[in-house]
């Protein structure tokens, strides 16, 4: 089982429209999440960190449920801009080091 | 603006050579990470360094090296590459020691084919 899964996708939406991902982690200790983007052909970029009692950042909600060992990102009023494929992200440990452990995206296309 | 440059975006070798992939950033962050990213797979680590001359293992670093003889710079070496090797490579840096809490930065990525 994979460490991070996210359902690939790809989600195809209007422009307007109101989408969410999905995203289970597997090691219950994990401290902390984060959403990245990442274009097409291009590097990933962090989109915002995920906190326990949700979080909000204009048009982008990030909800984490700890029990469920469950990430979500809801997206609002879709623009054309946000299409790209969005990386779920948790912190995990490898030989005593912290490090990133990335899901394998999930992919948004937006259309007119 | 934090900037990460890695030396090709794209690379043809053949099977058997050694490859050399660099990475240089510019924002005297500590933490330097090779990553490659693959169709379904995602992102995975290769190998990442916390320090100058300093080095670990990552969840794939059969078949790799790395080099970090100064702060700024984070070579990742094939010895003798291979067809499987075929991928986006990643480079990243993050600013302090050992903390991961803290947004990464990628470089553009090099798309690496292997013949």
């Known amino acids: 089982r994979k460490e991070v899964e996210q359902d690939p996708g790809p989600f195809n939406v209007p422009e307007g429209a109101t989408v969410a991902f999905n995203c289970t982690y597997s090691n219950s200790a994990s401290q902390s999440f984060f959403w990245y983007r990442q274009d097409c052909r291009k590097e990933p970029k962090l989109l915002m960190s995920v906190y326990s009692s949700g979080n909000e950042d204009g048009r982008f909600t990030a909800q984490l449920n700890r029990a469920s060992q469950y990430i979500s990102l809801l997206i609002r009023d879709s623009k054309l801009s946000d299409s790209a494929t969005y990386l779920c992200v948790v912190r995990g440990v490898s030989g005593g080091y912290n490090k990133l452990i990335f899901g394998a995206g999930t992919r948004l296309a937006v259309h007119p | 603006d934090v900037k990460v440059t890695q030396s090709s975006r794209y690379l043809v070798k053949r099977t058997g050579e050694k490859v050399f992939l660099e990475c240089v950033q510019d924002m005297d962050h500590e933490n330097m990470f090779w990553y490659r990213q693959d169709p379904g797979l995602g992102l995975r680590l290769i190998y990442f360094s916390y320090d100058v001359k300093m080095k670990e293992k990552g969840d794939i670093p059969e078949g790799y090296s790395v080099s970090r003889e100064k702060k700024e710079r984070f070579s990742l070496i094939l010895e003798s590459a291979s067809t499987n090797q075929t991928s986006m490579y990643l480079c990243?840096?993050?600013?302090?020691?050992?903390?991961?809490?803290?947004?990464?930065?990628f470089g553009d990525g090099t798309r690496l084919s292997i013949l």
């Open positions: 990243a840096s993050s600013l302090v020691k050992g903390y991961s809490n803290q947004p990464q930065h």
